[in-house]
Protein backbone atom coordinates (compact mmCIF):
# COMPACT_ATOMS: atom_id res chain seq x y z
CA UNK A 1 0.00 0.00 0.00
CA UNK A 2 2.77 2.24 0.81
CA UNK A 3 4.17 1.54 -2.77
CA UNK A 4 1.15 1.90 -4.30
CA UNK A 5 0.81 5.52 -2.55
CA UNK A 6 4.17 6.72 -3.28
CA UNK A 7 3.60 6.25 -7.10
CA UNK A 8 0.38 8.00 -7.13
CA UNK A 9 2.58 10.95 -5.14
CA UNK A 10 4.93 10.63 -7.67
CA UNK A 11 2.81 10.61 -10.92
CA UNK A 12 0.83 13.91 -9.17
CA UNK A 13 3.91 15.70 -8.59
CA UNK A 14 5.14 15.37 -12.17
CA UNK A 15 2.00 15.98 -13.64
CA UNK A 16 2.02 19.65 -11.47
CA UNK A 17 5.67 20.19 -12.65
CA UNK A 18 4.46 19.91 -16.06
CA UNK A 19 1.87 22.08 -15.52
CA UNK A 20 4.18 24.60 -14.12
CA UNK A 21 6.85 23.89 -17.06
CA UNK A 22 4.56 24.94 -19.13
CA UNK A 23 2.86 27.50 -17.24
CA UNK A 24 6.40 29.08 -18.02
CA UNK A 25 6.80 28.55 -21.23
CA UNK A 26 3.66 30.12 -22.21
CA UNK A 27 4.48 32.57 -20.22
CA UNK A 28 8.29 33.33 -21.36
CA UNK A 29 6.81 33.01 -24.94
CA UNK A 30 3.88 35.31 -24.67
CA UNK A 31 5.12 38.07 -22.53
CA UNK A 32 9.22 38.01 -22.17
CA UNK A 33 9.39 36.76 -25.85
CA UNK A 34 6.81 38.87 -27.64
CA UNK A 35 7.64 41.38 -30.47
CA UNK A 36 5.50 44.65 -29.88
CA UNK A 37 2.77 45.36 -32.79
CA UNK A 38 2.74 47.94 -35.19
CA UNK A 39 0.48 50.89 -34.35
CA UNK A 40 -1.47 52.33 -37.40
CA UNK A 41 -1.36 55.84 -38.88
CA UNK A 42 -2.95 57.78 -41.53
CA UNK A 43 -0.38 57.43 -44.59
CA UNK A 44 -2.65 58.73 -47.31
CA UNK A 45 -1.85 62.42 -47.12
CA UNK A 46 -5.40 63.34 -49.26
CA UNK A 47 -6.98 62.49 -45.90
CA UNK A 48 -6.81 66.11 -45.10
CA UNK A 49 -9.11 68.09 -46.33
CA UNK A 50 -8.37 69.97 -49.70
CA UNK A 51 -8.49 74.31 -49.05
CA UNK A 52 -10.99 75.68 -50.51
CA UNK A 53 -9.71 79.03 -52.63
CA UNK A 54 -10.91 82.37 -52.32
CA UNK A 55 -12.83 83.70 -55.51
CA UNK A 56 -12.23 87.32 -56.68
CA UNK A 57 -14.40 88.56 -59.54
CA UNK A 58 -12.79 91.16 -62.05
CA UNK A 59 -15.05 92.69 -64.96
CA UNK A 60 -13.20 94.32 -67.36
CA UNK A 61 -15.86 94.80 -70.84
CA UNK A 62 -14.18 96.03 -74.12
CA UNK A 63 -12.99 99.80 -74.41
CA UNK A 64 -15.41 102.67 -75.77
CA UNK A 65 -14.28 105.12 -78.40
CA UNK A 66 -16.43 107.61 -78.58
CA UNK A 67 -17.98 107.97 -82.46
CA UNK A 68 -19.54 111.60 -81.83
CA UNK A 69 -17.02 114.20 -81.47
CA UNK A 70 -18.09 117.54 -79.77
CA UNK A 71 -16.29 120.76 -79.92
CA UNK A 72 -17.52 121.57 -76.96
CA UNK A 73 -16.78 118.52 -74.50
CA UNK A 74 -15.85 118.74 -71.07
CA UNK A 75 -16.05 116.16 -68.50
CA UNK A 76 -16.01 116.39 -64.45
CA UNK A 77 -15.77 113.22 -62.04
CA UNK A 78 -18.53 114.60 -59.67
CA UNK A 79 -20.74 114.87 -62.68
CA UNK A 80 -20.41 111.39 -64.17
CA UNK A 81 -20.49 109.48 -60.39
CA UNK A 82 -23.99 111.31 -60.33
CA UNK A 83 -25.07 110.87 -63.80
CA UNK A 84 -23.88 107.17 -63.09
CA UNK A 85 -26.33 106.73 -59.64
CA UNK A 86 -29.30 108.15 -61.33
CA UNK A 87 -29.02 105.30 -63.69
CA UNK A 88 -29.24 102.39 -61.15
CA UNK A 89 -31.94 104.86 -59.43
CA UNK A 90 -33.56 104.03 -62.39
CA UNK A 91 -34.01 100.50 -62.09
CA UNK A 92 -34.47 100.53 -58.09
CA UNK A 93 -30.48 99.86 -56.89
CA UNK A 94 -28.98 101.74 -54.47
CA UNK A 95 -26.19 104.55 -54.94
CA UNK A 96 -22.75 103.85 -55.24
CA UNK A 97 -20.46 104.91 -52.61
CA UNK A 98 -18.19 107.80 -53.39
CA UNK A 99 -14.70 106.19 -52.31
CA UNK A 100 -11.51 107.95 -52.58
CA UNK A 101 -9.36 104.79 -52.53
CA UNK A 102 -11.13 103.71 -56.02
CA UNK A 103 -10.68 107.86 -57.59
CA UNK A 104 -6.46 107.06 -56.97
CA UNK A 105 -6.60 103.89 -58.72
CA UNK A 106 -9.36 105.62 -61.31
CA UNK A 107 -6.98 108.33 -61.62
CA UNK A 108 -3.73 106.13 -61.90
CA UNK A 109 -5.13 104.11 -64.53
CA UNK A 110 -5.96 107.44 -66.37
CA UNK A 111 -2.66 109.10 -66.25
CA UNK A 112 -1.28 105.69 -67.11
CA UNK A 113 -2.99 105.49 -70.46
CA UNK A 114 -1.77 108.99 -71.63
CA UNK A 115 1.33 108.43 -70.32
CA UNK A 116 1.98 104.70 -72.44
CA UNK A 117 -0.47 106.00 -74.68
CA UNK A 118 -2.59 102.94 -74.89
CA UNK A 119 -6.24 102.33 -73.95
CA UNK A 120 -6.96 98.99 -73.24
CA UNK A 121 -7.51 97.60 -69.47
CA UNK A 122 -4.15 96.06 -70.04
CA UNK A 123 -1.10 98.17 -70.35
CA UNK A 124 1.63 97.37 -72.11
CA UNK A 125 3.49 96.21 -68.46
CA UNK A 126 0.90 93.98 -67.67
CA UNK A 127 -1.23 96.62 -65.33
CA UNK A 128 -4.44 96.82 -64.99
CA UNK A 129 -7.17 98.27 -62.32
CA UNK A 130 -7.24 95.14 -60.06
CA UNK A 131 -3.05 95.12 -60.19
CA UNK A 132 -2.99 98.81 -59.13
CA UNK A 133 -5.53 98.47 -56.69
CA UNK A 134 -3.33 95.84 -54.80
CA UNK A 135 -0.33 98.11 -55.63
CA UNK A 136 -2.37 100.80 -53.27
CA UNK A 137 -3.72 97.92 -51.01
CA UNK A 138 -7.08 98.12 -52.00
CA UNK A 139 -8.26 95.44 -50.66
CA UNK A 140 -11.79 94.03 -52.73
CA UNK A 141 -13.56 90.95 -53.80
CA UNK A 142 -15.03 92.24 -56.87
CA UNK A 143 -13.90 95.09 -58.98
CA UNK A 144 -14.55 96.70 -62.31
CA UNK A 145 -13.36 99.16 -64.88
CA UNK A 146 -15.36 100.76 -67.69
CA UNK A 147 -13.27 103.21 -69.96
CA UNK A 148 -13.80 105.59 -72.60
CA UNK A 149 -11.91 107.60 -75.19
CA UNK A 150 -13.44 110.83 -76.77
CA UNK A 151 -14.37 114.07 -76.81
CA UNK A 152 -17.75 113.54 -75.44
CA UNK A 153 -19.95 116.32 -74.80
CA UNK A 154 -20.54 116.27 -71.87
CA UNK A 155 -20.92 114.04 -68.61
CA UNK A 156 -24.38 112.87 -69.54
CA UNK A 157 -22.96 111.90 -72.53
CA UNK A 158 -20.07 109.98 -71.51
CA UNK A 159 -22.59 108.00 -69.30
CA UNK A 160 -25.07 107.15 -71.84
CA UNK A 161 -22.61 105.98 -73.83
CA UNK A 162 -21.52 103.46 -71.25
CA UNK A 163 -25.06 102.46 -71.27
CA UNK A 164 -25.60 102.12 -74.96
CA UNK A 165 -22.45 99.12 -74.59
CA UNK A 166 -23.74 95.74 -73.07
CA UNK A 167 -20.59 95.31 -71.28
CA UNK A 168 -20.65 98.83 -70.02
CA UNK A 169 -24.16 98.89 -68.24
CA UNK A 170 -23.27 95.70 -67.32
CA UNK A 171 -20.88 97.24 -64.71
CA UNK A 172 -22.74 100.01 -64.14
CA UNK A 173 -26.03 97.92 -62.77
CA UNK A 174 -24.14 95.54 -61.40
CA UNK A 175 -25.66 94.80 -57.92
CA UNK A 176 -23.21 93.02 -56.38
CA UNK A 177 -20.72 96.85 -56.83
CA UNK A 178 -21.10 98.90 -54.01
CA UNK A 179 -18.46 101.17 -54.44
CA UNK A 180 -17.35 103.41 -57.14
CA UNK A 181 -13.81 105.33 -58.09
CA UNK A 182 -14.31 108.16 -61.09
CA UNK A 183 -11.44 109.78 -63.14
CA UNK A 184 -11.87 111.92 -66.39
CA UNK A 185 -9.03 113.86 -68.00
CA UNK A 186 -7.88 115.91 -70.95
CA UNK A 187 -4.89 114.77 -72.78
CA UNK A 188 -2.69 114.25 -76.06
CA UNK A 189 -3.41 110.63 -77.50
CA UNK A 190 -1.68 109.56 -80.61
CA UNK A 191 -1.85 112.88 -81.75
CA UNK A 192 -4.94 114.42 -80.87
CA UNK A 193 -6.63 116.04 -78.08
CA UNK A 194 -9.56 113.93 -76.41
CA UNK A 195 -10.82 112.82 -73.03
CA UNK A 196 -10.15 109.12 -71.38
CA UNK A 197 -13.10 108.49 -69.07
CA UNK A 198 -12.17 106.07 -65.93
CA UNK A 199 -14.71 103.99 -63.82
CA UNK A 200 -13.38 101.67 -60.90
CA UNK A 201 -16.25 99.91 -59.29
CA UNK A 202 -15.83 97.59 -56.23
CA UNK A 203 -17.31 95.28 -53.53
CA UNK A 204 -14.98 96.05 -50.74
CA UNK A 205 -13.25 93.54 -48.95
CA UNK A 206 -14.67 94.50 -45.59
CA UNK A 207 -18.02 93.78 -46.88
CA UNK A 208 -17.68 90.12 -46.37
CA UNK A 209 -16.46 87.64 -43.23
CA UNK A 210 -12.94 87.67 -42.90
CA UNK A 211 -10.77 84.70 -43.92
CA UNK A 212 -8.15 84.33 -41.43
CA UNK A 213 -4.45 84.46 -42.88
CA UNK A 214 -3.30 83.54 -39.28
CA UNK A 215 -5.37 80.17 -39.36
CA UNK A 216 -3.96 79.93 -42.87
CA UNK A 217 -0.44 80.14 -41.75
CA UNK A 218 -1.61 77.29 -38.70
CA UNK A 219 -2.79 75.07 -41.35
CA UNK A 220 0.81 75.21 -43.28
CA UNK A 221 2.91 75.00 -40.74
CA UNK A 222 0.96 72.02 -39.41
CA UNK A 223 0.75 70.61 -42.72
CA UNK A 224 4.72 70.93 -43.21
CA UNK A 225 5.23 69.01 -39.38
CA UNK A 226 3.00 66.32 -40.64
CA UNK A 227 5.27 65.94 -44.19
CA UNK A 228 8.45 65.72 -42.28
CA UNK A 229 7.12 63.20 -39.41
CA UNK A 230 5.79 60.92 -42.81
CA UNK A 231 9.71 60.88 -44.50
CA UNK A 232 10.59 59.82 -40.61
CA UNK A 233 8.41 57.11 -39.77
CA UNK A 234 8.90 55.78 -43.71
CA UNK A 235 12.55 55.13 -42.79
CA UNK A 236 11.76 53.32 -39.48
CA UNK A 237 9.28 51.10 -41.34
CA UNK A 238 12.07 50.57 -44.15
CA UNK A 239 14.19 49.33 -41.10
CA UNK A 240 11.85 46.89 -39.15
CA UNK A 241 10.87 45.65 -42.92
CA UNK A 242 14.80 44.33 -43.20
CA UNK A 243 15.28 44.01 -39.36
CA UNK A 244 15.30 40.01 -38.09
CA UNK A 245 12.78 39.33 -36.10
CA UNK A 246 14.11 36.47 -33.79
CA UNK A 247 14.63 36.33 -30.12
CA UNK A 248 17.96 37.07 -29.70
CA UNK A 249 16.94 40.54 -31.58
CA UNK A 250 14.01 41.02 -30.64
CA UNK A 251 14.90 43.79 -27.81
CA UNK A 252 16.09 45.84 -30.97
CA UNK A 253 12.77 45.08 -33.03
CA UNK A 254 10.67 46.36 -29.87
CA UNK A 255 12.63 49.74 -29.49
CA UNK A 256 11.86 50.15 -33.10
CA UNK A 257 8.27 49.42 -32.99
CA UNK A 258 8.13 51.61 -29.92
CA UNK A 259 9.76 54.43 -32.18
CA UNK A 260 7.08 53.95 -35.33
CA UNK A 261 4.42 53.57 -32.95
CA UNK A 262 5.04 57.56 -31.31
CA UNK A 263 5.85 58.59 -34.86
CA UNK A 264 2.25 57.12 -35.71
CA UNK A 265 0.83 58.70 -32.65
CA UNK A 266 2.50 61.94 -33.32
CA UNK A 267 1.02 61.95 -36.93
CA UNK A 268 -2.38 60.79 -35.92
CA UNK A 269 -2.75 63.73 -33.32
CA UNK A 270 -1.40 66.14 -36.12
CA UNK A 271 -3.80 65.11 -38.21
CA UNK A 272 -6.38 65.58 -36.13
CA UNK A 273 -5.52 68.59 -35.24
CA UNK A 274 -5.07 69.88 -39.05
CA UNK A 275 -8.72 68.56 -39.99
CA UNK A 276 -10.07 70.65 -37.24
CA UNK A 277 -8.47 73.60 -39.21
CA UNK A 278 -8.81 72.82 -42.13
CA UNK A 279 -12.83 72.20 -41.62
CA UNK A 280 -13.11 75.93 -39.78
CA UNK A 281 -10.74 77.82 -42.44
CA UNK A 282 -13.56 75.86 -45.30
CA UNK A 283 -16.15 77.20 -43.06
CA UNK A 284 -14.60 80.88 -43.59
CA UNK A 285 -13.89 80.88 -47.17
CA UNK A 286 -17.83 79.34 -47.67
CA UNK A 287 -19.31 82.23 -46.72
CA UNK A 288 -16.87 84.38 -47.87
CA UNK A 289 -17.51 83.14 -51.36
CA UNK A 290 -21.35 83.17 -50.32
CA UNK A 291 -20.98 86.49 -50.01
CA UNK A 292 -19.46 87.77 -52.94
CA UNK A 293 -22.53 85.89 -54.67
CA UNK A 294 -24.74 87.61 -53.50
Known amino acids: M ?8 AVIFIVLATIVAS ?3 FWYLNTRGSFNKISD ?7 LDILQNIQKEVSTPGSLVSKIESSRSYLTNPGVF ?3 NKERANIGLSALLNDSGL ?9 DMFARQYFEHVSPIGESASTVADDFMYEYISIGENIALGNFEDDRTLVGAWMNSPGHRANILNPKFTNLGVAVGRGVYEGKSTWIGVQIFSKPLSQCPTVSNVLKGQIDSIVSEIDILKVQ ?26 EYNALAKEINSKNA ?3 GFINNYNEQVKLFNICIAN
Open 2 to 9: GKIKFKKL
Open 273 to 275: IAK
Open 23 to 25: LSL
Open 103 to 111: NKVAEERLS
Open 41 to 47: FIKNGNS
Open 233 to 258: IDIVQEELQTMEKSQRNRENYNQKVE
Open 82 to 84: AFT
